[in-house]
């Protein structure tokens, strides 16, 4: 058996190199109406919030956040791993002697996404929120907010939206929205 191709060890290689590299799987489908949304599971960081007396000052008042349970602890748990600013499905899963992919399934159950996209949409919802109500420098959106560096949050950004996350900012920024409430 030659190595230029005329023997069929030649040809059961490229038949090996072929099939054995990683395929274009099909997306999983969710069949089941999913029981939670990113929205529902979803709590602002802020725990104050600024409120004008009747004569016309302001004052920071504390917000009572109720948080909507899932009923399974440990996906309340990833939600609030999430949302303290950590994204290692690996260090959580660990906590709970789980494989990541474990993880990855529970979310796809209760919310229908993947665990990948459910992990990015909290972090992207909760940046937004640091980016509309505080004038934090991007660094510091992007840690407490899961995606570690500025440069990770750039790219997000401009992936998701087309726009660096200054322009995001002044895009989603209201009037009398910086300061309106305070971590």
Known sequence: MSRNGSGNAWKHR????????????????YLGTPQFTVDDLYTPPFTKRR???????????????????????V???????????????SDFAAKYGLRPDDIDSMVFILTGMRGVDFRMALQIRLADDLLRYTDM?????????????A????????REF???????????????DLHRFKL
């Open 151 to 158: 440069n990770n949050l750039y790219l997000t950004y401009k």
């Open 162 to 176: 087309g726009v660096a996350p200054g322009k995001r900012r002044a895009a989603i920024r209201k009037r009398l």
């Open 14 to 29: 490229n038949d090996l190199r072929r099939w054995n590299f990683p395929r274009k799987m099909k997306p999983r489908q």
């Open 51 to 73: 409120e004008y007396n009747p004569d016309g000052t302001g004052s920071y008042k504390p917000i009572e956040t109720e948080r909507r349970t899932t009923g399974v602890t």
């Open 75 to 89: 996906m309340d748990e990833y939600v609030r791993y999430l949302l303290t600013g950590h994204s290692s499905i």
């Open 137 to 149: 420098e991007l660094g510091e959106v992007a840690r407490r907010s899961g995606f570690g560096s």
